[in-house]
């Protein structure tokens, strides 16, 4: 082929402070093809969402160039990328929840249908009919598109990036809570996209849906391409296996004798149209894994434990006595603590120094009448620092500066000032590379040789499997199932029992 | 009027001058060149958003300096200088750490009013102990609805207190039939050398250490940088912003004292706009308005700032709507000077 390919990168470097999140050899290349769906593969914090987010105008890699058909791209936005024929459909939901569909599809393409920024209401409707037209379900265009179901919104958004007939698309991730229908609607409206000569990026976790959709995959660990692959020559073990790479997983080989005590139980717990009547029961030591996608409840339930919100029914005991939590202020008092799935909203202070941060949850118990002593603060944040190998320039550095492992460390080493019965985390090590990832494993392990009863709530089905010592799993609000760990466990499995 | 104008030109100019050295060891992080060598590094990137208030504290000193000459630059004038900022601080440190914790306090000039005028009525029936009670009891008061109608009731702290600020004003006149109220002699220590010092000098470190040293302060903190988090943290949110407001009331009171006293009397109208200059002297200071970050000290220099602004143009007989022109002219200079945009993706 003596054509330019449709997208190079070249030694395309992306750097954030502490982490380099996307790293390709100094002529390294990253080609793309017309006519392809592309997918891109890799565990939690490889760097798939780094690329597209350099392809797509969004950020500017730090070294290296990319090239547009043998032509040199370098996008300053989004909307330059848009220009040059490049959209991208995001991860997160990306509509204007109390606008309508037809508000929604033509959001930013205002000047299509208002030259002089009036428009007659007509007008839009045509063009809004005539994007929607692409897609294969109907979709009503006057619904408000926040009360739609989520695969709707992600068609609607592709509809969107459609319609301003772009050459290559990028999807971010997009079956992660689908249906199986809304899937098969969106990868039609993928292979449509492809046969007349586009491309698609596809980033996603399910390989199974990989094997059958896509042209080629190309496998990223800890930002380095290992390799690409014709996806129609490959199977689904040999992507997992370079995907994981040769790193040996820490998996738990703890015996929970059956006379421990209990520490958590819930007996019919449910919490107002999220969860449904789900009992379990967490012993003194035992890591009590809780799979399952999403909006299956998990998270409503782990926040019904710790006093966030109130179960509608049912009875939650800590240690054999039943508790009415009205606030996490009483949780953290009973010695519950909860480790956030969202580390840098909800889980630590970015621009807060380490050890004042470290310090938040126990000032109740450090201060004296009231008054602190900064120096015994720094000592301690200190000590935990080093216990958790959190890599900074000391106690005073500011979480901002750290990797995404790192500030996990710190928002786990919060909560580790004092002893706690129950420990509750939420995805622990997304976005963590796997050295980190490793480090906050054998924390978790450490805490439970100490006998700490946890709570780990994870999307990372390898996680769940290596880690915990039971593993219940959760679809729409109820438990679907329940393992031990005792006997070998396959993600299929749990896959199964998911969807 | 043309050298007036020629004045504030050259203060304008002088203060655009600064910018470039202030602003240049951070430049090269943006760009990516330093970020490459030193991925950690933290305090160039700070460096400049808190030299600001000092670099314009020293350059409005050297201005005065050089342009009113000894008028500026004399012990009886910084006496006075010191007077006003203190009148201004005090209030201001409660605004500071209201500010910190993510919210505002606009009813801060009518809270002084008030807790004045009720202080002068108080005292000069019951005396001056129980009248100064009356008056951090008035404060606090104040500041205590604006707490509970803004965690319990959950109204934006911003609509609240312009509630209180139409609230306490229209007490303060009716109280005192719109009259001004004449204070008892011995209430003037407050107002003069060193009662006003002592005063200042006392709210002055109890703000610090109450921010600093205890688990209050912290929790201020916290709740400003990100109130999920603090309250994720088994943190009592909202028992932290009431006693906030009440601090912010207890301060308010103290500045409305302090006011009364040196003016001899309080007056119904005192102090009107005058959360404006608390929120300047905070933000001048460098404490920036999204919560989470800043310090008592800057509070000082940014009153400081403001008082010698006011002061100097006074001397070099600027005249009153030059002199407002000017006032906000340098505050939106200072929050252009040390914002660090690179880290804010919206600005609201």
Not at chain 1, 278 to 298: F, I, T
Not at chain 2, 7 to 13: D, E, I, L, N, W
Not at chain 2, 193 to 214: D, M, Q, S, W
């Amino acid at each position: 082929m003596s054509q330019a390919p449709a997208l190079e990168l070249i030694g395309v470097e992306k750097r954030y402070p502490g982490t380099i999140a996307v790293r390709l050899g100094e002529q390294e290349r990253l080609t793309f093809e017309y006519g392809h769906i592309h997918a891109l593969v890799g565990q939690n914090g490889a760097g798939k969402s780094t690329i597209v987010s350099l392809i797509a105008g969004m950020q500017k890699p730090s070294a290296g160039e990319m090239r547009l058909g043998g032509e040199p791209y370098a996008p300053a936005d989004v909307a330059q990328a848009r220009q040059h024929g490049v959209d991208i459909v995001l991860q997160e939901p990306l509509i204007e929840e109390h606008m309508s569909v037809e508000e929604n599809l033509l959001l930013g393409r205002e000047g299509w249908f208002a030259p002089a920024g009036i428009f007659m209401p007509w007008t839009r409707r045509r063009f809004a009919e005539a994007v929607i037209e692409r897609l294969p379900q109907r979709i009503d265009l006057k619904a408000r598109a926040g009360d739609l179901p989520l695969e709707s919104q992600k068609l609607v958004e592709m509809a969107r990036a459609l319609a301003s007939k772009p050459r290559i698309l990028i999807v971010d991730e997009l079956s992660a809570a689908m249906s199986a229908h809304g899937v098969e609607a969106l990868q039609e409206t993928l292979r449509a996209f492809a046969r007349d000569g586009g491309l698609v990026i596809y980033i996603s976790h399910h390989l199974d849906e990989i094997v059958g959709l896509c042209d080629r995959v190309t496998v990223m660990r800890s930002g380095e391409v290992v390799t690409t692959l014709d996806a129609k020559s490959t199977t689904k073990q040999e992507i997992s296996s370079l995907m994981v790479g040769d790193v040996v997983e820490q998996s738990s080989n703890r015996t929970i004798p059956d006379s421990a005590e209990t520490v958590l139980e819930l007996r019919n717990v449910s919490v107002a149209g999220q969860a449904e009547r789900v009992s379990l029961r967490v012993r003194k030591g035992e890591v009590l894994g809780l799979g399952g996608l999403m909006d299956c409840g998990a998270d409503a339930l782990a926040h019904s434990i710790f006093g966030v919100t109130k179960p509608s029914e049912g009875e939650i005991l800590l240690d054999g006595k039943r508790v009415r939590f009205r606030s996490p202020v009483q949780a953290v008092s009973a010695g519950v603590a909860y480790v956030p799935a969202d580390r840098d909203r909800e889980g630590l202070l970015l621009n807060l120094r380490i050890d004042k941060n470290i310090d938040l949850v126990a000032l109740r118990w450090t201060s004296a009448f009231g008054f602190l002593n900064p120096r015994r603060g720094s000592s301690r944040a200190t000590t935990l620092i080093e216990r958790l190998g959190v890599r900074c320039q000391g106690c005073h550095d500011l979480p901002l500066n750290l990797s995404g492992g790192n500030r996990q460390k710190i928002a786990i080493a919060k909560w580790l000032v004092r002893r706690n019965r129950l420990l509750i985390l939420h995805n622990p090590t997304r976005g963590v590379d796997i050295g980190g990832r490793a480090e906050i494993h054998r924390v978790i392990n450490e805490l439970a040789d100490d006998g700490v009863a946890m709570l780990l709530i994870s999307d990372d089905l390898d996680e769940l499997i290596s880690m915990s010592d039971n593993l219940v799993i959760m679809r729409r609000g109820v438990i679907s199932a329940e393992f031990s760990t005792d006997e070998p466990l396959t993600e299929k499995q749990l896959i199964g029992h998911m969807v | 009027m043309n050298t007036q104008s020629e004045h504030t030109g050259v203060s304008a100019s002088g203060a655009a001058a600064v910018t470039p050295t202030v602003i240049s060891p951070a430049a090269p992080t943006s760009g990516g060149g330093a970020k490459r060598r030193n991925p950690l590094s933290r305090g160039t990137r700070l460096l400049p958003a808190w030299l600001v208030p000092f670099l314009s504290l020293i350059a409005v000193t050297a201005f005065f300096s050089l342009t009113a000459g000894d008028r500026f630059l004399n012990t009886t004038n910084f006496q006075f200088l010191l007077q006003q900022t203190a009148i201004i601080a005090i209030p201001a440190f409660g605004v500071t750490l209201i500010i910190i914790a993510g919210s505002i306090d606009l009813s801060v000039g009518s809270v002084v009013a008030l807790s004045g005028m009720v202080g002068a009525i108080v005292a000069n029936e019951h005396g001056i102990v129980v009248g100064l009670a009356a008056a951090i009891l008035a404060g606090i008061a104040a500041g205590f609805c604006n707490g509970v109608a803004f965690a319990i009731l959950k109204v934006p702290s911003f609509i609240v207190t312009l509630g209180m600020l139409s609230v306490a004003r229209g007490i303060s006149i009716k109280i005192s039939g719109a009259q001004p109220e004449n204070v008892p002699d011995g209430w003037l220590w407050f107002g003069q050398r060193p009662g006003i010092y002592i005063v200042f000098a006392i709210c002055f470190a109890g703000t610090a250490i109450l921010l600093h040293l205890t688990s209050f302060g912290r929790r201020t903190v916290a709740l400003g940088g990100q109130e999920r988090v603090a309250k994720l943290s088994g943190i009592h949110v909202n028992r932290v912003k009431i006693a906030l407001f009440c601090f912010g009331g207890l301060m308010a009171a103290i500045g409305g004292i302090v006011l009364s006293a040196r003016v001899g009397a309080a007056t119904p109208d005192a102090a009107s706009g005058f959360e404006l200059t608390a929120i300047a002297a905070v933000v001048l200071g460098g404490t920036p308005l999204t919560g989470g970050i800043g310090n008592v000290v800057n509070t000082v220099i940014g009153a400081l700032v403001l008082s010698m602004l006011l002061n100097g143009m006074i001397i070099l007989g600027v005249s009153g709507e030059v002199q407002l022109i000017t006032q906000g002219i340098v505050l939106v200079g200072a929050v252009l000077l040390s914002l660090d945009r690179s880290k804010i993706g919206i600005i609201k």
